[in-house]
């Protein structure tokens, strides 16, 4: 069974702070995504990682895959209160092709 | 362009009675998926449909639970009968080969009282 381990589940901050999520498998996988997701509604995609180190940036958030492709990490700063929402970081394929394995997800708050 | 349409947006039944769940995939996108979603948790697949081929459906409980997708394009999902604990989101999503294009619906947000 693939599983992608996501960390932290909550994180609660102040407007302007930095925050780290992580994303950790034990599984190799064909790329991964972040999709962040508000109440009452479905994912929607952030990025897609592909190449083993990879790091892509938009605006505030960086988001990175590690070499050997089993592990990424979302970088925000200066978080600001639209930043509220669930992250959820997905596995795409591994041992089953074009199969989406998603992590718990972080539920981040940011306070103004 | 629209995107994944699912219908009904909020359902409540009461356990032991059926219920069915709509989805329409972006115009082209030949795999489907329906995941179910509990609150603040990630979701988990039920079922993947290559057109109109179910080609996982290994996390499905087939007891109660069932899908179609007969032209390749809509499809429904069906829990007879519910039990509370199927209380959840329901989400669809479809994709191009490969997972490229990757987009989800809204929802249905199920409650078994």
């Known amino acids: 069974t693939q599983l992608l381990e996501q960390s932290p589940q909550f994180l609660s901050i102040q407007e302007g702070e930095n925050l780290t999520v992580y994303c950790n498998s034990s599984s190799v996988f064909s790329s991964l995504q972040w999709y962040r997701q508000e109440p009452g509604e479905g994912p929607v995609l952030l990025v897609t990682v592909v190449t083993g180190g990879e790091v892509k940036k938009l605006k505030r958030l960086t988001f990175q895959f590690g070499d050997a492709r089993k592990d990424s990490s979302l970088h925000i700063t200066a978080a600001q209160p639209g930043d509220t929402g669930l992250y959820l970081c997905?596995?795409?394929?591994?041992?089953?092709?074009?199969?989406?394995?998603f992590g718990q997800g972080t539920i981040l708050t940011v306070h103004p | 362009e629209a995107g994944v349409v699912q219908s009904p947006r909020y359902k409540i039944i009461e356990k032991k009675q059926p219920v069915a769940f709509w989805c329409n995939p972006i115009s082209g996108h030949n795999t489907l998926y329906w995941y179910l979603q509990n609150l603040g948790q990630g979701p988990e697949l039920l079922i993947r449909?290559?057109?109109?081929?179910?080609?996982?459906d290994s996390q499905l409980p087939k007891d109660r639970f069932s899908a179609e997708r007969l032209k390749g394009v809509d499809s429904t999902l069906k829990i007879q009968p519910a039990e509370l604990g199927d209380s959840a989101v329901y989400l669809c999503a479809s994709s191009l080969a490969g997972g490229n294009g990757y987009t989800f619906g809204s929802g249905t947000r199920l409650t078994v009282v």
């Open positions: 997905a596995g795409v394929g591994g041992t089953s092709y074009g199969k989406l394995t």
């Open positions: 449909y290559e057109n109109e081929e179910a080609v996982d």
